[in-house]
């Protein structure tokens, strides 16, 4: 079983990784699809089907229930879990794909570094961000604000999200352990959402995970 990385989050929720190794079958034998998920997953390309049926694998794994729980999208295309009080968020970079399940609102981010996240850097990286990165680290920093950002967005879950506009990032060390911890914002003219963001960088991957703490004071960290 190609389970990477398991975590258990403080409070209520749980993290996982998976690196894809079997075929559609081997999912589709293992999983319960209801008549709203076979649907979605006809319409997606090869690689698609592969990542969104080993993402709801791994969900599902990570639950410990025997029975599923239907997986949807609400309006804006937020995968949600039916008629569940847990927020959900889901991830996939080449053979990977990361799940969080939380009672905070939540995103994930898995990706692979590449160098062309150098040349787009401005596009999403705040004067007040780019000013903290390291350049010995750049790769590294580009990629965990890129990752926190759609975290935020995702845990947001609706559109009209300007990255450089409406989010920030606020400082951070990488350590030499890799794991990195800290918070942000996203800020709207009617309203304002807090988070507590997390990353790991783990050889050439990295995973972020934000949760929305605007109104508590958990910091939602990772326990092995």
């Not at 975590?7 to 319960?32: A, F, P, T, V």
């Not at 304002?192 to 972020?208: A, Q, T």
């Amino acid at each position: 079983m190609p389970l990477i990385d398991k975590y258990i989050i403080d409070k209520n929720g749980i993290l996982g990784i998976w690196e894809i190794q079997e075929s559609d079958e081997y999912y589709r034998d293992n999983l319960h699809l209801f008549p709203q998920e076979v649907k979605e997953l006809s319409q997606l390309s090869a690689r698609k089907r592969t990542e969104w049926l080993a993402s709801r694998y791994l969900l599902h794994a990570l639950s410990g229930k025997l029975d599923r729980t239907p997986c949807l999208k609400d309006k804006y295309g937020k995968p949600y879990l039916d008629d569940s009080e847990y927020h959900i968020s889901m991830s996939h970079s080449h053979n990977r794909v990361a799940v969080i399940a939380s009672d905070d609102l939540c995103g994930i981010d898995i990706q692979i570094m590449v160098e062309k996240i150098t040349r787009i850097s401005k596009k999403f990286c705040t004067a007040e961000e780019l000013a903290y990165i390291k350049p010995e680290n750049q790769l590294k920093y580009f990629h965990f604000i890129w990752g926190a950002k759609e975290c935020m967005y995702k845990a947001y879950g609706k559109r009209g999200i300007d990255m450089r506009k409406n989010m920030q990032v606020d400082s951070f060390v990488i350590p030499k352990n890799n794991q990195i911890i800290t918070s942000g914002r996203l800020t709207l003219p009617e309203q304002s959402f807090n988070y507590s963001i997390h990353g790991k960088i783990n050889n050439e991957f990295v995973l972020v995970y934000a949760l929305d703490v605007t109104d508590n004071d958990d910091n939602g960290k990772l326990q092995e």
